[in-house]
C-alpha cells in the first residue's frame, strides 16, 4: 500500500536553533516528492521538489534531502525564525496508472522565542 | 497574477443540510483539486477536474460531488452533512491534470453543528 510517514508528529524548538524533519515512503514507482508549508488556517504553499535522480535541494533556509534507494526525505530548517512555526507536509507521486498525490499527516512546528 | 480563491470563507451549517463551497482557479489553470483537511489528518483527495470532467476520485461517499464550469471555477457540493464533515476544505489548481504543482487557495472552514 502506498503510504507518506513523517515524524516527528509535533516539535518545539527554541528561535535560532536548527531542526530536521523526516518523510519515510513506500509510494512504488515513484516520480517525485515535494514538501510543503501550511500556516494555520492557510492552504499549503510547496518549498521544494526533487526528482529521483535529486539529493540536495535548497529553498533559503530550507533544504531538503532524498535518499530514494531507503524511500526517505528530510526537510532541515536552519536558524529557525517564529515565521517558520507552521505544520510541514511531505506528499510523493507516484508513476503507476492509478495517479494520485500520496500526502503525509505532516509535521507541526512551533518555534519559541 | 491572483491567486486561488474560495468561497466562502467560513461556513457553519446543522448535521442533513447541503452545502456548496466554490473555487476559482489560477488564471490559465485548467485543473482543480478538492481536499479534505481534518485535524491530525493529512490531506485526503477529493476529486479532480480538468476541462469539466472528473479526471480522478478519492475514497469519499456519494454525497460529496463536485463539477467544473467552462471557465475552470469548479465547485463541491457535500449534502446530508454530518458532523464528521467538518474540516478545512482547500481547493488546489495546476495547469494540467495529475500534477503535483499545485496552488493551493485559503480554504473554506466548515462546521457542522
Known amino acids: 500500500k502506498n503510504q507518506v510517514e513523517q515524524s516527528p508528529q509535533s516539535l518545539i524548538i527554541l528561535e535560532g536553533k536548527n531542526c530536521t524533519l523526516q518523510?519515510?515512503?513506500?509510494?512504488?514507482?515513484?516520480?517525485?516528492l515535494r514538501w510543503y508549508k501550511q500556516d494555520t488556517g492557510r492552504g499549503p504553499v510547496s518549498l521544494t521538489i526533487?526528482?529521483?535522480s535529486e539529493n540536495t535541494k535548497s529553498n533559503g533556509r530550507y533544504t531538503a534531502t532524498l535518499d530514494a534507494d531507503t524511500k526517505q526525505s528530510s526537510l532541515h530548517i536552519t536558524a529557525s525564525q517564529l515565521s517558520d512555526s507552521a505544520s510541514y507536509i511531505c506528499?510523493?507521486?507516484?508513476?503507476?496508472?492509478?495517479?494520485?498525490?500520496?500526502w503525509g499527516a505532516g509535521t507541526k512546528l512551533i518555534i519559541k522565542p | 497574477k491572483a491567486g486561488v480563491t474560495q468561497t466562502p470563507r467560513y461556513l457553519i451549517k446543522t448535521r442533513g443540510q447541503q452545502v456548496t463551497l466554490s473555487c476559482s482557479p489560477i488564471?490559465?489553470?485548467?485543473?482543480v483539486s478538492w481536499y479534505q483537511q481534518t485535524p491530525g489528518q493529512g490531506l485526503q483527495f477529493l476529486f479532480e477536474?480538468?476541462?469539466?470532467?472528473?479526471?480522478n476520485k478519492g475514497n469519499f461517499p456519494g454525497r460529496f460531488s463536485g463539477r467544473q464550469f467552462s471557465n475552470s471555477r469548479s465547485e463541491m457540493n457535500v449534502s446530508t452533512l454530518e458532523l464528521g464533515d467538518s474540516a478545512l476544505y482547500l481547493c488546489?489548481?495546476?495547469?494540467?491534470?495529475?500534477?503535483?504543482?499545485?496552488?493551493f487557495g485559503p480554504g473554506t472552514r466548515l462546521t457542522v453543528l
Open positions: 488546489a489548481s495546476s495547469l494540467v491534470p495529475y500534477s503535483n504543482e499545485q496552488f
Open positions: 488564471s490559465g489553470h485548467r485543473s
Open positions: 477536474y480538468f476541462s469539466e470532467t472528473q479526471r
Open positions: 518523510c519515510n515512503y513506500t509510494v512504488s514507482p515513484f516520480s517525485n
Open positions: 526533487m526528482t529521483f
Open positions: 506528499v510523493v507521486s507516484g508513476m503507476d496508472s492509478n495517479y494520485q498525490l500520496i
